[in-house]
């Protein structure tokens, strides 16, 4: 049975429905017509009531419930309470784009100006948490012992938005960056002087920057919520993992834009000569990862690489042709010298990243904001939407020396 509120948009739609027809036929109502209308809008002035009521009902309840005013009162600012799984549920629940709905029940004409104000739809954590439902960093740590047991789990393949560490900022500041150690404890004497170990640092700062990405819908696709609710949470999560994980890895740290791991000083380096295969990248990979392990406390959660390199290491074969891997029908944790393997397009083919990964934080300032308009060069006129999605973060590097980049010697050069 439609609940009350379905009513009330229904009997909307009929009410805009008679009134097109009567204006494309330039005629006046019809007697059945007027009179339905007037059955039409008692209709909808007893829905209307109800459905206020109800809303009142409900507001009052949840304030008994020990709900802040504010937080009953509207959701244009902030996300969806926790009944909207998604982003996109959390968007089309919200009380502005509701409003939208109220306001246009029959959809949008064109020219007809749309403005959804900026809805928040959830934190950084919740944008992390909705990801992938196979989140739990757990999975980039391998057990360093093969048991005789087969591994039923499908898991999705790691990228670098699930190795990185979150947390949140008030605003921007300014951080010592740990580039090298050199430790020179030792037993001494009496009357010998003492060592002194060497700490090497450099002062960064970790800014704020608005991490944003925008669709186009057409306004029919914005009016259908459940089909917008979809598009969103496949977009939304398809944008901002591409404009973030290139950021953090390929950021300039100027003209508006953070210092990426690539461009930041203190990171170490190793170098190979690629041959016939992978394997002289597999040599050097295991060459990366005794030098973040000699460092005291440094360990290897993640080995990042691009898609065409992973390939390369699955291809590998040994003399009489076969995969020295798990071949095309094997299945199981996909790691090179027992680390995890991770992929990411934004790292250049021939070049691989290895280290501990929780040294990048990703540091949530406001959230994640959706907003809605036509006002963008002739959208309205096509009845087309643009759609932002927006996130304030900073991000920062805490000891560059724990992690290496991996790269041919022409590309060193």
Known sequence: MPTLREQYQATLSRAAELAKSATDEGREFTDDEVAEVAELKAKADELGARVKAADEAQAAAAELAGKSATAVASTRDRAEDAAAA??????????????????????????????????????????FARRKATLDTTLARIQPVRMPMVDQIDRDRLTLLDLVDRGRTDGNFEYVQVTSVTRNAAIVAEGNLKPVSDVATQLADA???????????????????????????????????????????????????????LNTTGVQEQTYTPGADAKELVRAIRKGITKVTRLQGGQVTAVLMNPEDDESLDLMEDANQRFYGQGPFG????????????????????????GDFKQI???????????????????????????????????????PNRLVVVKTAAAAG
Do not use: C
Request: aromatic fraction near 10%; charged fraction near 20%.
């Open 86 to 127: 998604t982003f996109g549920e959390a968007f089309v629940k919200s009380a502005a784009y509701q409003e939208f709905r109220h306001e246009h029940p029959a959809g949008v004409g064109q020219g007809t100006p749309i403005n959804i104000g900026r809805v928040k739809v959830g934190t950084m954590s919740d944008w």
């Open 207 to 261: 800014k704020v920057y608005t991490y944003a990405d925008g669709y186009d819908v057409t306004n029919q696709l914005l009016a259908d919520a459940p089909a917008f609710a979809s598009y969103m949470n496949n977009e939304l999560r398809y944008s901002l993992d591409s404009v973030v994980e290139d950021k953090l890895l390929n950021g300039s740290g100027a003209n508006g834009e953070p210092r990426g791991l």
């Open 331 to 354: 299945s199981g944790p996909q790691t090179i010298w027992g680390r995890p393997r991770a992929i990411s397009e934004r790292v250049p083919a021939g070049t691989v990243i290895l």
């Open 361 to 399: 934080a990703l540091l949530d300032r406001e959230g994640l904001s959706v907003l809605a308009f036509n006002q963008h060069q002739d959208y309205a006129q096509r009845n087309m939407t643009y759609v932002r999605a927006e996130l304030r973060a900073a991000q920062v590097i805490w000891k």
